[in-house]
């Protein structure tokens, strides 16, 4: 069998989704020449046979290596093998090339990039740096050869005002942005919902702030998506920008072909959580846990094969949950599962902590209303502080690995090494009572071929049925977006937990009113 052919055969007996199939990206990554062998081989095809001469070890982690006097030539990623050591006959692709959209966040950024070039396999990446924010974009661009310095690393790096000119020839695309930013958007979400007597505590995955937040950010994850079809349509699309599972449920309608997988922290930041509680060490805990994004629950929770669930029962009843974390605590009394998702976030996905007329609730649970406000706040001052702390080059930039996925994903893909991390991806039977449609947070292979979700099975009845009222709002939303129908927005409110458990329907229809008009046209208008 021809060295491309087994390549893609290979990858396409490991894939379990489209957007995990092999392409000609992966046959070519795949394949080498052996000048001993007189013929093109596939490193699937069988063992290495070892160094070429006066090449030295030329295959590590799944990439060929290039020798220090590698010829280049100009390459383009879509085209053939882009550079021949004249002395092995070896040909390589160079490294990937990540393009990071949003990249004047620049405190989120730090942590991704410092995350990629920690690792010593990408530490000559390309990336390209693209903002709307000319100041915020320097910042990133400095801070980027900052972290490069810091890491050893020596990757190519670019920024740029145009997304388009920083998507061609993209490998992976990494999403971080912010439609409307903290102001005006953010703070409208939450101050004319109030004067409703609507008050929310985070505004960003549900409820109202939620809705319109998906409304903003959909038609531009379309525009991006649409240049990716044209500017590099093999790249993945890792999204990090919320509402989660709405703008997934939205791209995966809107661009089916498109591959991409929406990540979030709240999966393996909760069971780290839960590790420090129970006082064990959290890389002996195991689980699996399954749902949609910031309302997936912990099906299994275990230290060494023992079920963990009667010790958190334990701290539930002893009321010794930490005060941050009560509503969860208590959630997990009634439901008999813990949810990922933080107390303050979990409080507004339903109809009851947050209440007019019960103040008391408030005040028991710890729910800190407005909370994302003043982490906005903290966020601006931190971008502040970092921006000046970069002015000083004297000072070591520190970076050390998070817990963001990431890299971890690139590495994976880049290198073949396998992991799991917990995604967001089209349902397509994954959970099997949840719609087919919509979008869910399960366990992913990422090793080589991409990202490979894992079938879960049913949900326990009782959580299905709660995170189906979460994805009534969330269709509904995508439908209005995608359609451009102003009647979809009425009914996505009218059919939240925490907006409808508070107003009316006529209040409910004033308030979509109202924030539709002060939104003006970051939302495209609505027929």
């Not at 990554?29 to 000048?35: A, E, G, M, N, S």
């Not at 509680?277 to 846990?289: F, H, Q, S």
């Not at 009634?334 to 902590?353: K, R, T």
Request: proline share 7%; charged share 25%.
């Amino acid at each position: 069998m021809p060295a491309e052919e087994a390549a893609a055969a290979h990858a396409q007996r490991g894939a379990a989704t489209p957007g995990a199939s092999a392409s000609p990206r992966l046959a070519r990554q795949l394949l080498c020449f052996d000048p001993r062998e007189s013929k093109s081989r596939s490193l699937l095809d069988g063992p290495d046979p070892g160094p070429a001469p006066g090449f030295g070890p030329y295959f590590a982690l799944g990439r060929p290596q290039a020798p220090r006097d590698c010829q280049r030539f100009p390459w383009s990623r879509s085209g053939p093998v882009r550079e021949i050591s004249p002395n092995a006959g070896l040909c390589y692709r160079p490294m990937a090339k990540v393009t990071l959209i949003g990249a004047g966040s620049v405190v989120f950024a730090k942590t991704l990039i410092g995350d990629l070039l920690l690792y010593p396999e990408l530490r000559e990446l390309e990336i390209a740096l693209v903002d709307i924010d000319a100041a915020r974009l320097e910042v990133a661009e400095r801070m980027t050869r900052r972290i490069a310095a810091a890491c050893d690393a020596a990757p190519r790096v670019s920024a740029h005002l145009e997304r388009r000119e920083g998507l061609v020839g993209a490998d992976y695309v990494i999403n971080a942005i912010q439609v409307g930013g903290f102001r005006p958007c953010t703070v409208t979400d939450f101050e004319i919902p109030k004067r409703f007597g609507l008050r929310q505590t985070i505004a960003d995955t549900l409820g109202i702030g939620g809705i319109m937040r998906g409304l903003r950010t959909i038609p531009v994850l379309g525009a991006i998506a649409d240049d990716m079809r044209e500017l590099c349509p093999e790249a993945w699309l890792l999204n990090y920008t919320n509402p989660m599972a709405i703008n997934c449920w939205a791209l995966s309608r809107s661009h089916p072909e498109l591959r991409m997988v929406g990540l979030c922290h709240s999966v393996q930041g909760t069971a780290w959580q839960l590790a420090q509680d129970l006082r064990l060490p959290y890389r002996e805990i195991t689980y699996l846990a399954a749902g949609i994004n910031h309302m997936a629950f912990y099906l299994r929770f275990e230290h060494e094969g023992r079920d963990l669930y009667p010790e958190l029962h334990r701290i539930a009843e002893a009321g010794h949950a930490p005060d941050w974390n009560r509503v969860r605590y208590h959630v997990l009394q009634h439901l008999g599962y813990f949810v990922s998702e933080s107390s303050e976030h979990f409080a507004e996905y339903v109809p009851w902590f947050i209440r007019r007329d019960r103040e008391d609730l408030l005040e028991r649970f710890g729910i800190p209303l407005d909370e994302y406000l003043r982490r906005c706040e903290a966020h601006d001052a931190a971008w502040g502080a970092l921006r000046d702390s970069l002015v000083d080059e004297s000072e070591a930039l520190e970076v050390s690995r998070s817990g963001e996925y990431g890299a971890r994903i690139l590495h994976s893909i880049e290198t073949g090494r396998p992991r799991t991390i917990y995604g967001n991806v089209p349902n397509r039977g994954l959970i099997e009572n949840l719609p087919e449609a919509c979008c869910v947070e399960v366990p992913c292979l990422v090793d080589r071929t991409g990202v490979r979700p894992t079938p879960v099975g049913a949900l326990p009845p009782q959580l299905a049925a709660l995170i189906r009222t979460n994805l009534n709002p969330q269709e509904l939303t995508v439908e209005a977006s995608l359609t451009r129908r102003r009647e979809h927005v009425y009914h996505a409110a009218m059919l939240d937990p925490h907006t409808s458990a508070e107003l009316t329907l006529d209040e409910i229809t004033d308030l979509v009113d109202e924030l539709l008009e002060a939104h003006g046209d970051w939302i495209p208008k609505l027929a």
